[in-house]
């Protein structure tokens, strides 16, 4: 196998990979011991005092094992960690960009997307944020979509699912 295939596969399941490292952090850390962390992002906007959350220290809680990954991997012969670092920093802008910018609109960056996808992004998202507590949650992926999201609403139960990501 070429080199180069060997190390995009490594990126590539160090980035699949965090989609559940994502899920588990989320619904065991999140919504479990740290989640006096996690409880500002629940709240509404207008409930919120800063443009910053509790929330946001999770970024250096992904952050520190991608930059150990990088150090490791090429100050030492494990290379292939580099692309594990690689994999977990490719994934951590993906989900600031699905979650910060496109589902909470942090940042206005890019309009609103109308895909099948996107919008069963929206609605799972929605349904997370619904509830205001730690217990009783659902949908604590990101990229990995229940099903049931993907089933066309009304306009208004829709509407509203969605509104849940105002928070």
Request: hydrophobic share 45%; proline share 2%; charged share 25%.
């Amino acid at each position: 196998m070429d080199t180069w295939i060997y190390y995009a596969l490594i990126t590539l399941a160090a980035y699949v990979g965090m989609e559940f490292m994502a899920w588990f952090t989320h619904k065991y850390v999140m919504h479990g011991f740290l989640w006096k962390w996690h409880e500002d992002h629940h709240l509404p906007k207008h409930e919120k005092e800063h443009f910053f959350e509790k929330n946001d220290r999770f970024f250096l809680v992904f952050a520190i094992p991608s930059m150990i990954c990088y150090i490791t991997g090429s100050s030492t012969e494990y290379f292939a960690l580099f692309f594990v670092g690689i994999g977990i920093s490719l994934y951590g802008l993906t989900y600031f960009l699905i979650h910060d910018v496109y589902i909470h609109r942090r940042f206005t960056w890019f309009k609103q997307l109308d895909g099948k996808y996107s919008r069963a992004i929206l609605r799972a998202h929605g349904s997370h944020h619904a509830k205001r507590t730690k217990e009783d949650g659902e949908s604590f992926g990101l990229l990995v979509i229940d099903p049931k999201f993907f089933k066309s609403r009304n306009k208004q139960d829709d509407a509203a699912l969605i509104k849940n990501n105002e928070a």
